[in-house]
């Protein structure tokens, strides 16, 4: 079968050999294996259940979460001669309905729908009625309530399928997934450990960057107007912030164009094809544009505020590059963007068990810009990506990690400072005794009578706040689960005061490169 696989490969795709990880999959689905895939963006994951969905009898189902993405999936195949279509909420009634009776002659290799079709008796009704290949779920991560965009109609579909007689095989594939979500995935629909592949995430033509302690609107516009030529994405965080930064390009007359959920579908539709036709080299955007969008030539992918956790940043930077050229993800980093987003996590539904759960994830990707380490190693990290990946040598961090100092005796009045404090205070309060400041508050608590106060004056209450939060990246401080950052010692700590454990940090504070001109702090 699969000879008759790779045939299908050349014939209707043009393609000689399988990417990483694609024959694993087909050739799981091929036997009637129910496969998890875990492929980076780009990785050529429709392939994955395309090919069985041609080689298989019967029509193969494929649960989406976007409408956008069904169609664009859609044009793709039938423009291969392979029949397939949508059934989404999109249509008018009698076109569904006319679509579910050609499902029901098996008339289609592949049908895409919402998850939500599945709480339709007629839907399930149909889908007992007809021969099917496969049951592919798309964007699976959106199935797990540990993953960052969960969907609770994408969960509900599991108990749905339980009332087919004869399920076929069934598949589900993403491109961001912790182990948990994995772990979730494969528990929900009873996949063997075996027949999951993951195939890594590492984007070796991604260059990673952290910008610090600049000013944004001054970067941005200078960044982008060395790139009038190249295809780019800014994402912010609000609506407002979308609306800000468009203005200040377009007044700076670049070709730009804007996306979030507050337009109408008619002016978010023309600035989608705007940007996909060229005409609009740069995409100003919230996080609602880009599921989905295959343009390839994307050259970067910049993050104007901080993004709520490492699972949306790596898919949304991940955006860029998908040809395969040398591409930026470049993310400006303030202080205050991290307000920002506990603001949102504290204001949303979320129950508190899931709120915890969130500041965590935050507390990963703020680590993320205080790190030192390799970019893209702290991401393949916290997916605990095991692949033999050595550090990028592209990043902010890989190109300065020449510039290292010892910081052990430093990190070790941090520490010993926190100890005293009780392990019940913040980075700013921390910050304050070492500087040996005046404050109110540190009189208050007679903080100035610690042996640590004072100790670091040398410094500024900024570099101290800073170091503190290297620290935390460095995971001998943590700064708990709560809303509340507390610094807390953790077990690593102890090695670093007893001298078993060094620190290295770069020397640099701000220091330029010549190629990229990014600071650090
Ligand atoms: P994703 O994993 O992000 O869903 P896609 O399925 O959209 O990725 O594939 C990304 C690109 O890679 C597409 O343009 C696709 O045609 C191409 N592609 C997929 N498989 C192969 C292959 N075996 N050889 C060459 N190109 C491939």
Redesign the pocket.
């Known amino acids: 079968m699969i000879e008759q696989a790779q045939q299908l490969?050349k014939e209707y795709?043009g393609?000689?050999?399988?990417?990483p990880g694609?024959q694993e999959v087909i050739q799981h689905v091929l036997h009637q294996q129910d496969t998890v895939a875990i492929?980076?963006?780009?990785?050529?994951?429709?392939?994955?259940y395309q090919i069985p969905g041609l080689t298989l009898d019967g029509t193969a189902v494929i649960i989406s979460p976007l409408i956008s993405l069904m169609k664009d999936q859609v044009d793709a195949l039938t423009s291969l001669g392979i029949s397939a279509t949508y059934i989404n909420s999109s249509l008018r009634a009698n076109e569904q309905r006319e679509r579910m009776q050609a499902l029901r002659e098996g008339r289609y290799k592949f049908v895409y729908v919402a998850p939500e079709r599945f709480e339709t008796a007629s839907f399930l009704e149909t889908l007992a009625s007809v021969k099917l290949s496969l049951i592919a779920f798309d964007e699976a991560h959106c199935i797990s309530q540990w993953g960052h965009d969960f969907r609770p109609s994408y969960r509900s579909v599991v108990p749905a399928l339980s009332r087919l007689e004869e399920l076929p095989v069934i598949m589900a594939?993403t491109?961001t997934a912790t182990e948990d979500v994995i772990r979730d995935i494969q528990q929900l629909l009873h996949v063997e450990s075996d027949h999951v592949v993951n195939t890594g995430f590492a984007r070796s033509n991604l260059a990673f960057h952290v910008v610090k302690g600049k000013d944004k609107n001054t970067f941005v516009t200078r960044y982008i107007k060395d790139r009038k030529q190249e295809s780019g994405i800014i994402y912010a965080t609000t609506r407002k912030q979308v609306e800000k930064v468009y203005d200040l390009l377009s007044d700076q007359g670049l070709s730009v164009a804007k996306y979030h959920a507050g337009l109408s579908e008619q002016d978010r539709k023309d600035a989608q094809n705007a940007f996909i036709q060229d005409e609009s080299t740069v995409m100003v955007a919230t996080n609602a544009f880009g599921m989905g969008i295959?343009k390839?030539n994307v050259r970067y992918v910049l993050h104007y505020a901080l993004p709520m956790n490492i699972e949306s940043y790596y898919q949304e930077a991940g955006r860029a590059g998908?040809d395969g050229e040398p591409s930026d993800c470049i993310l400006l980093f303030g202080g205050q963007d991290i307000q920002m987003q506990k603001f949102l996590i504290d204001q949303s539904l979320m129950d508190e068990e899931k709120k915890v759960n969130e500041y965590k994830k935050l507390q990963a990707m703020i680590n993320y810009c205080h790190t030192h380490n390799c970019l893209q190693t702290y991401i393949l990290d916290y997916f605990n990506d095991k692949a033999d990946v050595s550090d990028c040598g592209k990043c902010t961090n890989c190109l300065h990690a020449h510039e290292r100092e010892d910081m052990t005796r430093e990190a070790q009045m941090v520490l010993s400072c926190v100890k005293r404090m009780d392990e019940r205070f913040g980075a700013g309060l921390v910050a304050k005794v070492l500087k040996g400041s005046n404050d109110k508050k540190i009189k208050q608590f007679r903080f100035d009578q610690l042996s640590t106060y004072g100790l670091m004056s040398g410094y500024t209450e900024k570099d101290l706040t800073n170091f503190i939060h290297f620290l935390v990246a460095e995971d001998v401080l943590t700064v708990g689960d709560s809303k509340y950052p507390i610094l807390q010692l953790t077990k690593e700590a102890e090695s670093v005061l007893k001298g078993q454990r060094q620190i290295w940090m770069q020397t640099s504070t701000v220091k330029q490169t010549e190629e990229t001109d990014y600071e650090q702090e």
Not at 15 to 19: E, G, Y
Not at 39 to 48: D, F
């Open positions: 490969l795709y393609f000689d050999t399988f990417r694609q492929m980076p963006t780009g990785g050529g994951k429709s392939l994955c594939l491109a295959d390839s998908r």
